[in-house]
């Protein structure tokens, strides 16, 4: 049985850490810019996300740094987390695919 679907904001945090390893703030500036402003994460929400996605196995921390007397942890993804989520583009790459295919039809005049 293949796994459930990705909820967008994990898909986002996910691909936020793709590239490299970032800090928290870092990867909500940048699902934000992802999603072209359409997501809009809190420091809360981001950070249970993140322990989730550390419970799966999909991330981990990177590093550690004190900067301004502040703790700064980096994160980035497991190779669990690289398949998972190239998992996750190609199921959407399929969904994409046969909804293309379908109004391509309707243009052609093939559904009612």
Same mark, same amino acid.
């Given at each position: 049985?293949?796994? !459930?679907? =990705?909820? #967008?904001?994990?898909?986002? &945090?996910?691909?936020?850490l793709?590239?490299? !390893?970032?800090?928290?703030?870092?990867?909500?500036?940048?699902?934000?810019?992802?999603?072209? *402003?359409? &997501?809009?994460l809190?420091? *809360?929400?981001?950070?249970a996300?993140?322990?989730? =996605?550390? $419970?799966?196995?999909w991330? #981990? &921390?990177?590093?550690? #740094?004190?900067?301004?007397?502040?703790?700064? @942890?980096?994160?980035r993804?497991?190779? !669990? *987390? &690289?398949?998972?989520?190239?998992?996750?583009?190609? @199921?959407?790459?399929?969904?994409t695919? $046969?909804?293309e295919?379908?109004?391509?039809l309707?243009?052609?005049?093939?559904? $009612?």
């Open positions: 049985m293949s796994d !459930p679907a =990705l909820r #967008e904001p994990t898909f986002l &945090v996910l691909t936020a793709a590239a490299q !390893p970032q800090h928290g703030y870092g990867v909500l500036r940048d699902v934000e810019t992802i999603s072209d *402003g359409q &997501v809009k809190r420091a *809360g929400t981001l950070y996300a993140l322990d989730r =996605l550390h $419970a799966e196995g991330v #981990e &921390v990177d590093r550690e #740094e004190v900067v301004d007397s502040r703790l700064r @942890r980096y994160y993804l497991t190779e !669990p *987390g &690289v398949a998972r989520l190239a998992a996750e583009v190609q @199921r959407r790459q399929r969904h695919t $046969a909804a295919q379908r109004l391509q309707r243009s052609a005049g093939g559904l $009612a």
